[in-house]
């Protein structure tokens, strides 16, 4: 195949909580669609378009980092296999068995019965030290124990050369994080002298807090270009190259450290401070003419600590176009030849319109403040502009479930369930997430049914479908004001004779309901974590004895008092979602 015959995908994962098992869903049914097409085309049927498809860049942000990162290394793996029905025990995918089982205890689910949850070991206190201060709402060590778990479960053929044919053997990981230390450059002002000037005028300061771990399959260390811009994607040893998968985990736990409520990660030595200036300057399209200077950084390396790469970059399709742009130039408007799918579980036009006017006049102090956290948010998550041309191919997945009313159908408002508590609602129950990662699947069979189309030109040999078979065609075109349209993946499914067509059949068709007795139970754990948090954050910061003394005394009416505030909140917000 020529590359006129290729598209080269980036698929782009926004921020998600725990609605990354609606993401690691959607992208378990996009890789069995991918698959079943590659041996389709293998047996050489006239009825089967014979166009090819590679990724070349997966990105992510928090949730969405990690489903990135795992895509990654089960792609590796040689031997995905799809979660087509739903499964109470581990199955060896890795992207069912990471995101619907979490950190459960395996016993809760294989006939024992005993055994506690992510979220009963998300309120333990084994991570707080009276001496150091509580470093998050929750307990973060179930979370870790889930990304080391993938990569300590990697098996022992486990070989970037496993890549499927519709993989790039260049292909990108991209995941954002947030640093809290500033990468500060200078803008130089005028440096015009005179009698009354004698120095040259300070530069003015702009600090940015975005990093992306840019990560190469293909990494060469003797390539000076790979190491002042990539990073290695080393699992594994190889005979005489090393592994830094300690370094990949920590990126992986890094990019979905949601802030305050889970744990922050220190990266010390490990990115470099050419890498990060480059990285940064490839972003901004610094260039060599601009009046630009970094501050100097007193190391070879940029040491910061980080949270979520969704505090600033939480829908990161910039990235990954500019990925592809830079791999294969301007886009063709008429026949497109790379783009991004963006997968992004709680979409911005998506949310609900707030009861207060936006251009009211803001006055108290109070106010001014609670409008200032998410007006500081947004301009920080603002993209760079290259990215938004109308050429650029760019379409956006994300949830919708349907319920049906006789022989109507009506639009669910909230269709995930894991969508309570701003996206932590699926750690309370296995069920939240085995809902989404179906609903997931579904969508994405959806998707490329009805969205991921390009025009099919026949006398164009430019055409993405150029030479594609008649026989193709008639079975998978869609048709519209009189132009035909072929689909980018084929999903070969619907040839089979049992396939299911109807977009408003799901495998769980109801939504799970919220379990209020459980939850009941978990009340006093929650007391009890944030009876510790406020100990372990005064002791050592508060001087006085009396004042100690005081706040001891009622820590336990405040915990109560809190703990209640926050039982109610998560009650009612389920409450709202008729769930």
Known sequence: MSQSNTFHLGLTMAGAVSAGAYTAGFMDYILEALSEWEKAKQLNNDFIPNHNVVIDAIGGASAGGMVSMITTLALCDGNLKPVKERANTKTGNVLYDSWVFLDDDDSLYDGRGKGETTFKKMLSNSDLDNKKGAPSLLNSKPIDRIAESVFEKLPSNWDTNNLPNYVSDDLRVLLTITSLRPLDYKVGLSRLKSKFLKTIPPSHRISNHDIVAHFKLNYDDSNLDDVENYLPF?????????????????????????????????????????????????????????????????????????????????????????????????????????????????????DEASDEKPNREVKSILDIVGHLVPTILNQARNKQSDTYGTDLFKLMAYPLKYKELGNLTEELKYPLATGAIGGFGGFLDIKFRQHDFFLGRKNAKNFL?????????????????????????????????????????????????????????????????????????????????????????????????????????????????????????????????GM
């Not at 132009?483 to 939504?511: A, R, T, W």
């Open 234 to 350: 080393r699992p594994v040893s190889k005979p005489g190259v090393s592994s830094n998968k300690d370094f990949l985990i920590k990126v992986t736990k890094a990019t979905g450290a949601f802030p305050v409520g889970l744990s922050p990660r220190y990266f010390k030595n490990e990115f470099t401070k050419t890498y990060v200036q480059n990285s940064l300057s490839k972003r901004k399209r610094f260039t060599a003419n601009m009046d630009i200077d970094f501050d100097a950084i007193d190391s070879d390396d940029f040491d910061f600590t980080a949270v979520d790469g969704g505090a600033i970059n939480n829908e990161p399709f910039d990235e990954v176009l500019r990925c592809l742009k830079s791999n294969h130039g301007n886009i063709n408007a008429k026949n497109p030849k790379y783009g991004t799918i963006m997968i992004d579980p709680f979409p911005n036009f998506k």
């Open 449 to 577: 049914r009805g969205f991921l189309f390009l025009e099919y030109i026949p006398d164009d040999p430019k055409n993405l479908f150029y030479g594609v078979s008649a026989e193709a065609v008639e079975k998978f075109k869609k048709e519209d004001n009189g132009k035909i349209y072929m689909p980018i993946i084929p999903d070969v499914s619907k040839l089979d004779p049992n396939d299911e067509p109807n977009p408003s059949k799901y495998i769980m068709q109801e939504m799970p309901e919220f379990d209020a007795k459980a939850f009941s139970e978990l009340k006093t754990p929650i007391k009890n974590r944030v009876k510790a948090i406020l100990k372990a954050e005064l002791k050592g910061k508060i001087d006085n004895w009396w004042l100690r003394q005081a706040i001891g005394l009622f820590r336990g009416s405040i915990a109560k008092k809190i703990t209640n505030w926050v039982v109610d909140t998560i009650e009612k917000d389920f409450r709202k979602r």
